[in-house]
């Protein structure tokens, strides 16, 4: 089983940039790809970004693209973020996939607050 922890949220402008990180434990050989996913304020949790494992191929979701960027340092996932926008404001959250198609349990989140 395969456990993760997310950090690195907090408030910034319009504009700013941060850094998210999904720290992930247990069988992480087993690890196929990681997810990142936001769920803003009284909407819906909805995919942002994906990375595969061993190959580093990436997959972003219209609204994120050419603004963030996923990568991976040995079992930690991070999800850097440019140009942020108001719209950004979520919980961000990671989970990864692993051999045979199993998800990993959600983490806790980290709260992103953008300001106009």
């Known amino acids: 089983q395969v456990h993760v922890v997310e950090s690195g949220g907090g408030l910034v402008q319009a504009g700013g940039s941060l850094r998210l990180s999904c720290a992930a434990s247990?069988?992480?050989?087993?690890?196929?790809?990681m997810d990142w996913f936001r769920q803003p304020p009284g909407k819906e949790r909805e995919f942002v970004a994906r990375?595969?494992?061993?190959?580093?191929g990436t997959t972003y979701v219209d609204s994120v693209k050419g603004r963030f960027t996923i990568s991976r340092d040995k079992n930690t996932v991070f999800l850097q973020m440019n140009s942020l926008k108001p719209e950004d404001t979520a919980v961000y959250y990671c989970?990864?996939?692993?051999?045979?198609?199993?998800?990993?349990?959600w983490g806790q989140g980290t709260q992103v607050t953008v300001s106009s």
């Open positions: 990375l595969t494992v061993p190959n580093d």
């Open positions: 989970r990864s996939i692993v051999q045979g198609g199993s998800y990993s349990d």
């Open positions: 247990g069988r992480t050989f087993t690890i196929i790809a």
